[in-house]
């Protein structure tokens, strides 16, 4: 396990935090398909908190993306790096995650974030956060569709509908299982979202959400629990 410290000037305040996503997300790549599901490696990382003892653990769980066994994982814990405060939640996230992908034994090939990309109020969640960071393609997948509109899908695993912010499609709500509620799945950074869709539905053969995500939550939760004791 890694233990992280807060970065050098790290974001304070959510002026400097939103002058940084306004940076970055300039370096978004969207015009790029990224790697084809079921090849490779794949991702997935998630993070658990104890507000009260200002403790952060994040994990990285990598999936052979044909078989999605496990092919290795790691785990960081930090102290909280930003207050919490909504559309900024990746300042909250980013140093512990980026220690755990970096703990790993080799290239993590894509990386799925529960969480969003481009369905973010400002078109830059924790997905396109990290993408732009490491220079990894990277798909959010989301368990609700934060403030975003959406028509149910059609009940069939596979059916989708656009994720709306007005007009503007950031996104797709994605039954990942017949008649259960959809993920929401958004670009973050070097695929797009066909392929983003695809990938969801590859890593969710039994469950409503991906198995990278189910097996990131877990792990990050025993850091967590390791980490303070509880």
């Given at each position: 396990?890694?233990?992280?410290?807060?970065?050098?000037?790290?974001?304070?305040?959510?002026?400097?935090?939103?002058?940084?996503?306004?940076?970055?997300?300039?370096?978004?790549?969207?015009?790029?398909?990224?790697?084809?599901?079921?090849?490779?490696?794949?991702?997935?990382?998630?993070?658990?908190?104890?507000?009260?003892?200002?403790?952060?653990?994040?994990?990285?769980?990598?999936?052979?993306?044909?078989?999605?066994?496990?092919?290795?994982?790691?785990?960081?814990?930090?102290?909280?790096?930003?207050?919490?405060?909504?559309?900024?939640?990746?300042?909250?996230?980013?140093?512990?995650?980026?220690?755990?992908?970096?703990?790993?034994?080799?290239?993590?090939?894509?990386?799925?974030c529960d969480g969003y990309g481009l369905a973010h109020p400002r078109r830059f969640?924790?997905?396109?956060?990290?993408?732009?960071?490491?220079?990894?393609?990277?798909?959010?997948?989301?368990?609700?569709?934060?403030?975003?509109?959406?028509?149910?899908?059609?009940?069939?695993?596979?059916?989708?509908?656009?994720?709306?912010?007005?007009?503007?499609?950031?996104g797709s709500a994605l039954r990942t299982r017949d008649g259960v509620k959809p993920?929401?799945?958004?670009?973050?950074?070097?695929?797009?979202?066909?392929?983003?869709?695809a990938h969801t539905l590859a890593l969710t053969p039994s469950y409503r959400l991906?198995?990278?995500?189910?097996?990131?939550?877990?792990?990050?939760?025993?850091?967590?629990?390791?980490?303070?004791?509880?």
């Amino acid at each position: 396990m890694t233990t992280v410290e807060i970065p050098a000037g790290w974001p304070a305040t959510e002026e400097q935090a939103r002058a940084v996503q306004d940076e970055l997300r300039a370096r978004v790549v969207l015009d790029e398909p990224g790697p084809p599901p079921g090849t490779g490696h794949v991702t997935g990382v998630d993070v658990a908190y104890d507000d009260e003892r200002d403790v952060v653990a994040a994990a990285a769980v990598v999936l052979d993306a044909a078989t999605l066994d496990v092919v290795a994982e790691a785990t960081a814990v930090g102290r909280i790096s930003f207050p919490y405060v909504p559309g900024l939640l990746a300042f909250r996230e980013i140093p512990t995650v980026l220690a755990a992908l970096r703990a790993l034994p080799g290239p993590p090939g894509l990386v799925v974030c529960d969480g969003y990309g481009l369905a973010h109020p400002r078109r830059f969640g924790l997905a396109s956060h990290l993408g732009v960071l490491t220079g990894l393609p990277t798909v959010g997948v989301a368990k609700n569709p934060f403030t975003f509109t959406y028509d149910d899908p059609d009940a069939p695993r596979g059916s989708r509908s656009p994720l709306l912010a007005g007009t503007e499609e950031v996104g797709s709500a994605l039954r990942t299982r017949d008649g259960v509620k959809p993920v929401f799945v958004s670009v973050g950074h070097r695929t797009n979202l066909t392929r983003a869709c695809a990938h969801t539905l590859a890593l969710t053969p039994s469950y409503r959400l991906p198995e990278t995500t189910r097996r990131a939550d877990a792990l990050c939760r025993t850091a967590l629990r390791r980490a303070t004791g509880r």
